[in-house]
């Protein structure tokens, strides 16, 4: 089964760093791009930005760039989601996704569960 | 960046009624790469529609897509129990890539 596994909930104070994680399995994961996404609460989804496991190379939205860093570990299929000073208004659910196809011509096919953060002091 | 608006934000129709969502783009989206996904509470987003009219695999064939340009849409032919949920395009064609607000489909 093609699947992206994230870690768990955090719950962080504001100015402290944090890395998240997004495992996939059951396919070959050095050669499709993956995606973050945010999800503040109660509200819609942004595009974060994506990176390519094979080389990593990364691309930022440009409202995130600066703010997070996109990072992989191939050898065990993991792709990171880090910041290094939280803030309040980091409190949201991040979402990794597969980007199928070349470019990701065929959409976000496969998601994570989500990982929620907490930023609070 | 393209913005996306969709439309109506809120949708009330009873289970077997059509249901029919828009996406406008601010401008156009070349190769009609725009994307379709449905959230329920407290699961991530799935994708239903790619490049506007492809079913993603799994899904439906009461879930169709259409457009091009600025304009596209999703249309539910019937709507069952467990379409009931909110509904996001994103454009994939410029980055960043970006998605609607989103349309909750509710039950009257």
């Known amino acids: 089964e093609v699947q992206l596994v994230q870690s768990g909930v955090e719950v962080k104070k504001p100015g402290e760093s944090l890395k998240i994680s997004c495992q996939g399995s059951?396919?070959?994961?050095?050669?499709?791009?993956i995606a973050w996404v945010r999800q503040m609460p109660g509200k819609g989804l942004e595009w974060m930005g994506i990176i390519y496991p094979g080389d990593s190379e990364a691309k930022y939205n440009p409202s995130f760039q600066g703010q997070v860093t996109f990072s992989v570990d191939e050898s065990i299929s993991v792709a990171y989601l880090q910041w290094s000073s939280l803030k309040a208004s980091d409190n949201a659910i991040y979402y990794c996704?597969?980007?199928?196809?070349?470019?990701?011509?065929?959409?976000?096919?496969?998601w994570g569960q989500g990982t929620t953060v907490t930023v609070s002091s | 960046e393209i913005v996306l608006t969709q439309s109506p934000d809120t949708l009330s129709l009873s289970p077997g009624e059509r249901a029919s969502l828009s996406c406008r783009a601010s401008?156009?989206?070349?190769?009609?790469?725009v994307a379709w996904y449905q959230q329920t509470p407290g699961q991530p987003p799935r994708l239903l529609i790619y490049r506007a009219s492809s079913r993603a695999t799994g899904i439906p064939d009461r879930f169709s897509g259409s457009g091009s340009g600025t304009d596209f849409s999703l249309t539910i032919s019937r709507l069952e129990p467990e379409d009931f949920a909110v509904y996001y395009c994103?454009?994939?064609?410029?980055?960043?890539?970006?998605f609607g607000q989103g349309t909750k489909v509710e039950i009257k």
């Open positions: 996704a597969r980007l199928n196809g070349p470019a990701g011509l065929y959409g976000m096919d496969v």
């Open positions: 401008q156009r989206i070349n190769s009609r790469l």
């Open positions: 059951g396919y070959s994961f050095s050669i499709y791009w």
């Open positions: 994103q454009q994939y064609d410029s980055s960043p890539e970006t």
